[in-house]
């Protein structure tokens, strides 16, 4: 859980980074989405990295999955007969909604991959035009795909909010101050994720980038 | 105080069980939980009732006997006690109260309000203790123990083994009372020759028991009448990695 979860978070640190190029303009978003393709050539075929990287993502996405549904399935056997009246989880929202809120996550990733990445949804649906990709999704008119957006982005800086924390006790954090710490360092970390990835679509939405 | 108590009534460890509402009037506020149960007790069986099986020993909070749900709480509204130091001054004149036995795969119905804790003495049993012979008490300075390591170990054995923490963790998951068993003995000298075979002993009697996997989710640190912190999981874990890592198969390294 804990190690395939920080893999995909390296991943959405730089899948944010990446993002934030749009606000350079649509010449530096494209070359930087075109840049993708190229790494590694010609010691890799072209898109290489990048398959290399799908793969990869693939097995930690499944991985992880697969640990979630083992602790999921486990928590059921353990209590064959629930309470009569059960008071909700004090630990944090964070903390009670990681399984449907992974659920949340995972559904909009495969849309996400079949609006941006193959197309197929998308409104324009050009892979070589990425800008005009992400300009046409979050247009005012379709609101609700913003919407939809947001609400993903949202369940996942609550995953990450606890996730962060979960992965490094798993790992084997165990002092007071470290615990605060790691407290504190999941919360800014969803926060900032949560901000950045959300800054893209409402900037598309309010014209600042058009 | 007159009090409205919906309490799950099982006969045995084969049978179905409900929830049955009592009244029990004239509560003093001063009573323990305990003591407002044996008041109903007494008058269901002077009305020729099945009086309410519970657990109980000491009543001063240091056994670990007791251990009851109440009203969704493990041990009951206040934090840091166990339900016999529970006082009535907690709730108020007309409230209900529900009272449920703790539910875990691991801890089956015997009757009533009792369950068999009997997977913790498993999970002790898988490597809870030192072998090397201790005699009487050494003296104090002839093994030197770092004060931060001897409170840190000194918290975790003060768990009672309540199984509070199992009862309220959402995964139903004993790894609370696990972590403060391993630590409380990889903390000091003379726990370190089975540091790494015993904390993979022991979780693996938890796993073998019943029990769910830990998600930090924090609710057992909550309902710990002693106050154990969730960091004692994040030692356990270190243990854990360290024993499954660098010491795997050489037991006493």
């Not at chain 1, 007969?81 to 909700?88: D, F, I, P, T």
Request: glycine share 10%; hydrophobic share 45%; proline share 5%.
């Amino acid at each position: 859980m804990a190690v395939t979860g920080i893999l995909l978070v390296l991943f959405l640190i730089a899948h944010m980074l990446g993002n934030l190029k749009i606000f350079s303009g649509a010449t530096s978003f494209d070359h930087y989405a075109h840049w993708l393709r190229e790494i590694g050539v010609p010691l890799l075929p072209s898109a290489g990295f990048l398959w290399i990287q799908r793969v990869g993502l693939l097995a930690a996405v499944l991985l992880h999955i697969w640990a979630a549904t083992v602790l999921a399935l486990r928590a059921r056997a353990a209590r064959p007969v629930r309470y009569a009246h059960r008071k909700k989880v004090r630990g944090s929202y964070a903390a009670r909604t990681m399984r449907w809120g992974g659920v949340i996550i995972l559904l909009f990733v495969i849309y996400h991959i079949l609006d941006l990445t193959t197309g197929t949804l998308n409104p324009v649906g050009d892979p070589s035009r990425p800008y005009a990709n992400v300009v046409a999704d979050f247009a005012p008119e379709r609101w609700y795909v913003t919407a939809f957006y947001t609400l993903a982005i949202v369940a996942l800086g609550f995953h990450l909010r606890h996730g962060v924390f979960s992965a490094l006790r798993s790992l084997g954090q165990q002092t007071p101050r470290g615990e605060q710490r790691a407290r504190a360092v999941a919360l800014v970390f969803a926060v900032v994720l949560c901000a950045g990835y959300l800054v893209v679509p409402f900037a598309v939405l309010t014209g600042l980038v058009s | 105080m007159n009090l409205t108590l919906r309490i799950w009534r099982q006969s045995g460890p084969q049978d179905k069980g409900r929830m049955v509402k009592y009244q029990v009037d004239d509560v003093s506020p001063d009573m323990s939980f305990l003591e407002m149960l044996d008041v109903l007790n007494e008058r269901l069986i002077l009305a020729g009732e099945e009086p309410v099986a519970f657990d109980h020993d000491c009543r001063e909070g240091i056994c670990g006997m007791c251990g009851l749900m109440i009203n969704g709480d493990a041990h009951g509204p206040q934090r840091g006690t166990t339900a016999c130091q529970l006082h009535m001054r907690q709730f108020s004149d007309g409230d209900t109260i529900d009272i449920e036995p703790w539910r875990a795969r691991a801890f089956p119905v015997i009757k009533d309000l009792v369950v068999n804790r009997n997977a913790f003495d498993t999970i002790i049993a898988a490597g809870g203790y030192v072998t090397a012979p201790t005699g009487s008490a050494p003296e104090a300075h002839s093994v030197p123990v770092a004060k931060a390591d001897a409170d840190a170990a000194f918290e975790s054995a003060a768990c009672i083994g309540c199984g509070a923490c199992v009862a309220a963790c959402p995964n139903g998951s004993g790894m609370l009372f696990t972590a403060a068993k391993v630590t409380q003995l990889s903390l000091l000298p003379q726990g370190q020759p089975e540091r790494y075979t015993r904390v993979i002993g022991m979780v693996d009697a938890h796993d073998e028991a019943g029990f769910g996997g830990c998600t930090n989710a924090g609710e057992c640190t909550a309902v710990c009448p002693k106050g154990i912190p969730l960091t004692t999981i994040g030692r356990l874990n270190r243990d854990y990695l360290a024993a499954t890592t660098r010491h795997a198969d050489t037991p006493g390294t």
